[in-house]
């Protein structure tokens, strides 16, 4: 079993910054990714970053240029910094764990086994 506990979040004005931070325990050699993902009201979860032990990363297209992912192996904690915030990526935001597929090219596919408790960010004026 793995436990993914978050902590950052909150309210912010757009345009403006925020940090995301997620740790892991349990049964860390049973996934090589850890990711973010986020469910806004009345839409699906979606993925919007996804990291892997090597560094490997993947971005949802919406968040390109603007977020950036980055984790620490020997602490077993991956964050999120986002930025140029948008009211759109107001959402609960959820760390996840999982297998990734990966090629010469990069993360092929990537399938969360393990969630976290969620974190809201809102991003309004």
């Known amino acids: 079993q793995v436990q993914l506990v978050e902590s950052g979040g909150g309210l912010v004005q757009p345009g403006g910054s925020l940090s995301l931070s997620c740790a892991a325990s349990g049964s860390i050699s049973s996934f090589n990714a850890m990711g973010w993902g986020r469910q806004a009201p009345g839409k699906e979860r979606e993925l919007v970053a996804t990291i892997t032990r090597t560094g490997l990363t993947k971005y949802a297209d919406s968040v390109k240029g603007r977020f950036a992912i980055s984790r620490d192996n020997a602490k077993n904690t991956v964050n999120l910094q986002m930025n140029s915030l948008k009211p759109e990526d107001t959402a609960v935001y959820y760390c996840?764990?999982?297998?990734?597929?990966?090629?010469?090219?990069?993360?092929?596919?990537?399938?969360?086994?393990?969630w976290g408790q969620g974190t809201q960010v809102t991003v309004s004026a």
């Open positions: 996840n764990a999982g297998q990734a597929w990966t090629s010469s090219t990069g993360i092929n596919s990537y399938g969360p086994d393990y």
